[in-house]
């Protein structure tokens, strides 16, 4: 009977692998023990504590309906960018790539304080909208759940960009010609041929930015206050300031379990229209 060889590949993989045990899994099992590991055993009760809690309802309902805003407005104007991006030709589609990539290259800190000066009443943004008519008046979007949404579909507009990009690319331009000779109109044609053949992008897309979303705790802190919790927030608060461990680990705990069936859910989705192809 001979031995089976060992892969080559798994030797090139083995370093990653043994860096994302020692700097990921293992903090992250340590942590998930902390959640449910009691004085007297392990229990669920923290679990049960938490969600016996309308605050933590407000807390998680904070956390899907900023997430899920983020992600649709993501989605909203990364579309036609990315088709611009897609479409476009030498030096135009190199400066778009610049100009989506480079922003990634500032640390979210400073792109948070930038943001707190636009949303002012007296920033950009409010003099911006008095002065197009769509506001009267000068409006405080700062420490507001808009203001949040702005600077974090900012942040994380590429995330949306890039996989519906990659899609596209690969998307022959002629078909839309060829719907229209068979007499679809744009709108039918777009719906019916371009949309599918970009859904496994777009679910991608979704899955990063709202995955991103339920765990940002910087661009939070920074442009609405302590007075809006979410998840993450909750989670470094328990553990800066409350020094509550427990609680911290508990929630960190939910947020995880949210992150992991939002991808799980997406490569199931993704899968089941690549099939359907």
């Known amino acids: 009977m001979t031995a089976r060889r060992l892969d ?8 990653a692998v043994l860096y994302l045990a020692v700097v990921y899994a293992v903090p992250l099992g340590l942590l998930l023990v902390k959640s449910v590991r009691m004085p007297d055993g392990f229990s669920l ?9 309308p605050f933590s309802w407000r807390v998680l309902g904070n956390t899907l309906r900023i997430a899920l805003w983020t992600t649709l407005v993501c989605l909203l104007v990364g579309y036609p960018v990315a088709f611009a991006l897609a479409r476009a030709k030498g030096l135009p589609q190199t400066a778009l790539l610049v100009a989506l990539i480079l922003p990634l290259s500032v640390g979210v800190v400073v792109k948070a304080f930038a943001w707190q000066i636009l949303l002012r009443r007296d920033g950009l ?3 911006t909208l008095v002065s197009l008519g769509i506001v009267d008046e000068p409006m405080r979007l700062l420490f507001t759940e808009t203001g949040l949404v702005i600077g974090a579909v900012n942040v994380f507009l ?22 229209a000779t068979l007499g ?3 709108f039918h044609a777009f719906r019916r041929v371009l949309l599918p053949l970009t859904l496994p992008g777009a679910v991608a897309g979704i899955a990063f930015v709202f995955s991103l979303s339920i ?13 809006f919790q979410t998840l993450a927030t909750l989670t470094g608060r328990s553990f800066l300031f409350m020094r509550n461990e427990r ?18 859910g997406s490569g199931w989705l993704a899968r089941r229209m690549g099939a359907a192809r």
């Open 45 to 53: 009760s923290s679990f049960v504590a938490f969600f016996a809690d």
């Open 125 to 127: 943004v409010s003099g």
């Open 215 to 227: 765990a940002m705790y910087v661009i939070p802190s920074l442009l609405i206050g302590d007075r």
């Open 158 to 179: 590429p995330f949306m960009v890039m996989p519906l990009y990659s899609v596209i690319r690969q998307i022959d331009p002629r078909l839309m010609e060829a719907a």
């Open 184 to 186: 679809a109109g744009p």
């Open 247 to 264: 609680l911290g680990s508990t929630t960190a705990a939910v947020l995880l379990a949210v992150a992991i069936a939002v991808v799980m």
């Open 8 to 15: 080559p590949a798994l030797l090139l993989v083995a370093p």
